[in-house]
């Protein structure tokens, strides 16, 4: 029976069923497909899971999605969904489908990843859903892992100065870089995109309006920040002194190298004093000083998290502290700085408690 023509490929489309048993069999079995074609319940397409991951993955990327997002979920698919899913018609694809696929991962991924995988499958088949391929998400029915949220790895004072004094003997321009992070929390993207006139040291302010990412695919990209949006943030003294070193540190490279400076510069820029410099330079550089101060477990990020509960502990309202990390939303703050916030409240009924027993 001619159910019409494939809305992702064109070709006509036919239903068909094996039936046993006599006329009358055959003539139920018969009125039930017509019964299915006028309420529209047939397939309205016969495309693939890996063929639906191909266009979902070219829509992606004609919306200007980062480059090193776009290369997870390449990954992702490649290694993860296609081989497990890849085939099958996205009209016979189920929850449970979803959900064994789960349950091979758990062997040999984390919780996290497996919600990665399974997070990329329901976007590309909610944007199946818009383009009228599938009724309905049958991404929403399964049950990937529940992941707990990691405890984020701060830094101590005492380990930071330790580490400062290692990033100074090796290169300052590390050591400058990190203190720059520790007091303001940017990402470490958002420190490579800094420009020359993003800083305005007589108002003591600091704007970001840009981030630096590298992959494999692309190389070096700068682009907007992690929510699209710019921010200042306001600096102490020391800050403004770190900034002010930097700037005279690149004018002194660029006079004994004979390299020139762009208008305006980064404020720490790669060999070629023109280009930004690589983010993994600096996570690089930072883990390889913690090391040799035997702290392995140290990331750059843990100078984010060392800026944010320094600031929540000394009291400064959540919705400042989410200005200055440039997060979306103060829940987001609240929700990854949940631990910090609870000793803060602690502290507070302790007080409390000692105004009243007076």
């Known amino acids: 029976m001619y159910t019409g023509r494939d809305i992702v490929t064109g070709k006509g489309q036919f239903l068909s069923r094996n039936v046993r048993g006599g006329r009358r069999v055959a003539e139920r079995e018969l009125n039930s497909m017509l019964t299915e074609v006028e309420e529209g319940r047939t397939a309205a397409t016969r495309a693939t899971v890996s063929y639906l991951m191909k266009k979902w993955l070219e829509f992606q990327e004609s919306q200007g999605l980062s480059s090193t997002t776009i290369g997870a979920r390449i990954s992702y698919i490649d290694n993860r969904i296609n081989p497990a899913l890849g085939d099958i018609a996205l009209a016979d694809l189920t929850a449970r489908h979803l959900d064994e696929l789960c349950a091979d991962l758990s062997g040999n991924l984390s919780a996290r990843s497996i919600h990665h995988i399974h997070a990329t499958i329901h976007r590309a088949l909610a944007q199946a859903v818009k383009w009228g391929w599938v009724e309905r998400n049958v991404a929403d029915r399964a049950s990937p892992p529940r992941v707990i949220a990691e405890k984020f790895h701060s830094v101590e004072l005492d380990v930071l100065a330790e580490i400062l ?3 100074r003997r090796r290169d300052p321009r590390v ?3 990190i203190v720059l992070a520790a007091l303001t929390g940017v990402r470490r993207g958002e420190l490579c995109g800094l420009r020359s006139s993003d800083c305005d040291l007589e108002s003591s302010t600091l704007t970001i309006r ?3 990412k590298w992959s494999s695919r692309h190389g070096i990209e700068v682009g907007p920040t992690k929510t699209h949006a710019e921010r200042s943030i306001s600096l102490d003294a020391l800050a403004v002194e770190v900034l002010r070193e930097q700037i005279a540190s690149n004018l002194e490279i660029s006079t004994a ?9 980064y404020l720490f820029p790669g060999p070629d004093l023109g280009s930004p410099l690589n983010p993994d330079r600096i996570t690089g550089a930072f883990r390889r000083a913690a090391a040799a101060i035997g702290h392995r477990d140290l990331h750059f990020r843990s100078l984010r998290h060392f800026s944010a509960s320094q600031l929540i502990a000394a ?5 400042t502290v989410s200005g200055r990390l440039g997060h979306s939303d103060p829940s987001v703050t609240l929700r990854v700085y949940a631990h910090v916030v609870e000793a803060k409240d602690r502290e507070a009924a302790e007080i409390m408690g000692r105004l009243l027993g007076k």
């Not at 009291?315 to 919705?319: E, H, Q």
């Open 165 to 167: 004094g290692e990033a």
């Open 175 to 177: 050591e400058r870089m």
């Open 210 to 212: 840009r981030a630096v």
């Open 257 to 265: 190298t004979g390299l020139d400076l762009p208008e305006d510069p």
């Open 315 to 319: 009291g400064v309202d959540i919705r």
